[in-house]
């Protein structure tokens, strides 16, 4: 097994959470819980237009700030051009204030089949994409924002600032090379997604690897993460809803506490420093087994 002290793992919030079913006190047990266990930080994800239920991830994680005080936060990842720069850029600096700067920050291209509904043209897809996020980094850390883009023109200023300085940490995703290039010119890290194996993320890597010497940056001070869907002692119709998503279910860690292990030491070998262990059922009790079962295994 690996042997490192540098590598960290997160843990999913429990954001998928039918009408009138939310328990506040089994949520602030779980955070705290996950607190206590030393986990690095706890995630969301954004899925406003999803026959699944699930929670808005700018107000979980602000609930969940309110119930710790170490866990750092985070969501991966915001489909940013849905939004308004400066709204979403208004909410995560004040959420970073209220935390008192726990915040990460994920930002993911997404598909141009989700731009209708939200009234957002598909025209320059990407340029409003990569504009909007230097759009967002200006307002954290700028006195006053002179941004004059295709998209955004912006004389003014916004307070307060993040409370990370420049600003909390920039994660971008995506599969292609070209979102690869665009997180080492914009982000702070790259997340591989969930639904890529471990061989597509280690290839994601290499990516990475070659655009930040490429890019002259130093490898040491942008991070690589993954998602990865688990489940210890999961049985196999716990496969039914990835292969659903993503026509297979290849990216699934499962089965016995070594099982698992195996499965997360090669992710940490592809080269990710941080895991977001997305849990596939009961979150508080595989949290508990992860905690006890799996990870000292790997150090």
Same mark, same amino acid.
């Given at each position: ?187 702070? $890290? ?11 993320? +280690? #290839? %994601?890597?290499?990516?990475?690897? @070659? *655009? ?58 592809? $080269? ?11 979150? +508080? #009790? %595989?949290?508990?087994?992860?905690? @006890? *079962? ?6």
């Amino acid at each position: 097994m690996t042997n490192t002290t540098t590598a960290r793992f997160a843990v999913s919030l429990p954001q998928q959470i039918s009408d009138g079913a939310f328990d506040p006190a089994a949520f602030r047990a779980y955070l705290r819980r996950a607190e206590d266990l030393g986990f690095h930080s706890a995630w969301t994800r954004e899925g406003t237009l999803n026959p699944v239920p699930t929670l808005g991830p700018t107000e979980v994680m602000t609930y969940a700030a309110a119930c710790t005080e170490r866990l750092r936060l985070g969501c991966a990842v915001y489909v940013s051009v849905v939004h308004s720069p400066l709204h979403l850029a208004k909410s995560l600096s004040t959420l970073d204030q209220l935390s008192r700067g726990r915040l990460e920050v994920g930002f993911g291209l997404g598909s141009r089949d989700l731009l209708a509904p939200f009234g957002v043209s598909p025209e320059g897809f990407v340029t409003r994409f990569t504009e909007g996020i230097e759009l967002m980094k200006a307002c954290w850390s700028e006195p006053k924002v002179a941004f004059h883009g295709r998209f955004f023109e912006v004389e003014a200023a916004m307070e307060p600032k993040a409370y990370q300085k420049p600003h909390p940490p920039v994660w971008l995703g995506g599969h292609q090379p070209a979102a690869i290039r665009r997180a080492v010119r914009h982000g702070d $890290g790259f997340i591989g997604a969930g639904g890529a194996t471990t061989a597509a993320f +280690a #290839e %994601q890597v290499r990516t990475v690897r @070659a *655009e930040l010497e490429q890019a002259g940056r130093d490898p040491a001070s942008f991070r690589v993460a993954k998602r990865v869907y688990v489940s210890v002692g999961a049985e196999a119709r716990l496969e039914g809803p990835l292969s659903r998503m993503y026509g297979n279910a290849d990216m699934l860690v499962s089965g016995p506490p070594d099982a698992c292990a195996q499965g997360l030491d090669e992710v940490l070998r592809a $080269g990710a420093d941080l895991v977001l262990l997305d849990a596939m059922s009961d979150e +508080a #009790e %595989q949290l508990e087994r992860l905690a @006890a *079962e799996v990870l000292p295994s790997l150090f």
